[in-house]
């Protein structure tokens, strides 16, 4: 019996990259459950669940062949109706990043659409999405840091689609 290892971080970014990437989904929409891919296993494994009433705003995860700042790939939350399961790869049509500083260090979370749902076909900047869903995506980010203990992270605002698709330029590996 052959074994078959995935390497899901190793995925490609996107052949459309930076306007269009792939995203592996860790956290589906709605979800008190933080899942983290371990590669180690080459699975997504509940990690926490998280603390008060938060819900993640949008499907979340990473964009694969990238590394940030942290070392890890760059974070993703794509706007969703419905969620999708952990292991799922999106292709994303990038809009904006945001940025946070978490105890000096600045860190960006990539932001885009589904490609493949006509719903968002309006939707090709930050300028096109209700500011109310970006209020709510920075508001969870602070509450979520805040509940966790991180009383230094900071919502720093939103990088436009220029500077998004540059971030992710920069990060491909």
Not at 17 to 42: I, Q
Not at 64 to 71: F, H, I, L
Not at 96 to 108: F, P, S
Request: aromatic content about 8%; proline content about 6%.
């Amino acid at each position: 019996m052959s074994e078959i290892n995935v390497d899901l971080e190793a995925l490609p970014m996107g052949e459309d990259a930076p306007r269009v990437v792939n995203v592996v989904v860790e956290v589906p929409v709605g979800s008190r459950n933080k899942y983290e891919y371990e590669p180690e296993l080459g699975v997504i494994m509940l990690d926490r669940v998280l603390p008060g009433n938060i819900r993640y705003p949008g499907d979340y995860g990473f964009v694969p062949s990238t590394e940030g700042a942290d070392g890890e790939p760059l974070d993703a939350m794509v706007a969703a109706y419905d969620p999708v399961f952990s292991g799922c790869v999106l292709r994303v049509r990038t809009v904006g990043a945001l940025e946070m500083d978490e105890g000096g260090e600045v860190e960006y979370t990539i932001f885009g659409v589904s490609d493949n749902d006509s719903r968002f076909d309006d939707i090709q900047s930050l300028e096109d999405m209700p500011e109310q869903n970006l209020r709510e995506i920075e508001q969870f980010f602070t509450a979520f840091k805040r509940l966790e203990g991180d009383e230094e992270a900071e919502v720093k605002g939103w990088c436009g689609l220029e500077e998004t698709h540059e971030i992710i330029r920069n990060s491909a590996r």
